[in-house]
């Protein structure tokens, strides 16, 4: 899976039931948290054994080891 690059995008790929919710994360958080709610929404939908990379990719930015995708 080739990770969505817009929040439209991220919440064209959740199943009906979870935009809502993705909307109303957005809704709530902060300016300086807009990226980590975004990052959650995006592992939510990289689940597959296909999508490891996307996980590594998150993880080693999480960690200072990696830039943004």
């Known amino acids: ?3 969505p ?3 439209e995008g991220i919440r064209n790929a959740l ?3 979870q935009r809502r ?3 109303e994360a957005l809704g709530e958080t902060t300016v300086e ?4 709610v ?3 929404w995006i592992l939510n939908l990289a689940s ?3 999508d490891e990379e996307v996980f590594a990719c998150f ?3 999480e960690w200072g080891l990696y830039e943004s995708i």
């Open 38 to 40: 975004v990052r959650h």
């Open 1 to 3: 899976m080739e990770a």
């Open 59 to 61: 993880e080693a930015e």
């Open 21 to 23: 919710l993705f909307d």
């Open 5 to 7: 690059a817009t929040i």
């Open 33 to 36: 948290s807009v990226a980590d």
């Open 15 to 17: 199943p009906a039931d």
């Open 48 to 50: 597959g054994t296909e």
